[in-house]
């Protein structure tokens, strides 16, 4: 049984939640505020964390980077009510693998939920061979080191810009739609309200091509993006 943490301060929604997620098989705890889901996050092993940003005392950025700082690498899911295209960009940057905006419907949060824990499952099982390397240009992406180069200078990205590049960078010259990029980076098989991928391949394009030559992530109108030499 997987064990879920869900750190959230509305009653309402804890009760609606850990009864929905009790049915299907899940195992919740309950933290009522940022600094005891830390505790709660720190002390046990949780396969998933869902993650309210509006909290008492610690707020739900900063929980997620405290985490993400004692190398707690357990996937967390946003809940929040903050859906603005920044708020949802700024709690993916700060560590967090996916967000569900408020109000919601169950049956996403259950989608939502089961996709984080097949991601987790296959990154935690996949055997990786000593050759993943992925070049273009003056680009190199190392997968099994995690490590990315532009001109043999180091560029330290996010695991979702990570994630965002590696799916670009393996079908390099390949036109991909955002679709295509939620169904690959973010492991989402529809269609979301929001821009949280132009937000990305603009965090993406500020780190590996704002101060280079060829630049390599291009906009195809209509269509999507491609990673190629232009």
């Known amino acids: 049984m997987k064990k879920i943490l869900l750190i959230e301060d509305e009653i309402n929604v804890v009760s609606f939640i850990k009864k929905g997620l009790t049915e299907e098989n899940f195992e919740v705890s309950v933290a009522l505020d940022g600094n005891s889901g830390i505790q709660m996050a720190s002390d046990n092993d949780f396969d998933l964390i869902i993650l309210d940003i509006m909290l008492p005392d610690t707020n739900g ?8 700082n004692k190398s707690i690498q357990t996937p967390i899911l946003f809940l929040t009510a903050l859906n603005t295209a920044d708020n949802i960009a700024l709690g993916l940057n700060s560590g967090a ?19 984080l824990l097949r991601r987790s499952s296959s990154a935690g099982n996949e055997i990786k061979s000593k050759e993943n390397i992925y070049t273009i240009a003056n680009l190199r992406m190392d997968d099994d080191a995690k490590t990315v180069e532009r001109n043999g200078e180091f560029i330290s990205l ?3 810009e990570y994630r965002l590049l590696f ?4 079908n390099k010259g390949r036109v991909l739609s955002r679709v295509d990029l939620l169904e690959s980076a973010w492991d989402i098989n529809f269609n979301l309200a929001t821009n949280v991928v132009d937000v990305y391949i603009n965090y993406l394009r500020k780190k590996i091509d704002s101060n280079y030559e060829p630049k390599l992530v291009h906009t195809v109108i209509g269509m999507g993006y491609v990673l190629k030499e232009a």
């Open 167 to 170: 799916t670009l960078i393996k």
């Open 97 to 115: 693998d996916d967000y569900l905006a408020k109000p919601f419907k169950f049956i996403e949060l259950v989608a939502r939920i089961k996709a």
């Open 158 to 160: 996010t695991a979702t």
């Open 61 to 68: 950025i900063e929980v997620c980077k405290i985490l993400r």
